[in-house]
């Protein structure tokens, strides 16, 4: 299984972002998935989380700014970024937590705010 971020790229303070992770190969479905980040010298953290049944959970830094979704027929997860800030700059990561199994984690897509 592997899984591939993308949508990232260099945006102007207040523009939008969407992120998509989707994982392929094998059988595979995910119960929970989440977006983190990180910065330079800075530690990872976790900025948006999906259950299995569309809950969703958001680091306090971007509660309504964010949203994320999921799209189980495509094994897709998606992070819609609204009205960006210099601090959102990072590199962000998706991490799919299967029912049974190892979790997986993206490769990464960089996202860069400039003021």
């Known amino acids: 299984v592997q899984l591939q971020a993308s949508g990232g790229g260099l945006v102007q303070v207040g523009g939008s972002l969407r992120l998509s992770c989707t994982a392929s190969g094998g059988t595979f479905s995910f119960n929970v998935a989440s977006w983190f980040r990180q910065s330079p010298g800075k530690q990872r953290e976790q900025v948006a989380t999906i259950g299995a049944g569309g809950t969703t959970r958001y680091n306090d830094s971007v509660k309504g700014r964010f949203t994320v979704s999921r799209d189980n027929a495509k094994n897709t997860v998606y992070l819609q970024m609204n009205s960006l800030k210099p601090d959102d700059t990072a590199v962000y990561y998706c991490?799919?937590?299967?029912?049974?199994?190892?979790?997986?984690w993206g490769q990464g897509t960089q996202v860069t705010v400039s003021s």
């Open positions: 991490l799919m937590i299967p029912r049974d199994g190892p979790d997986y």
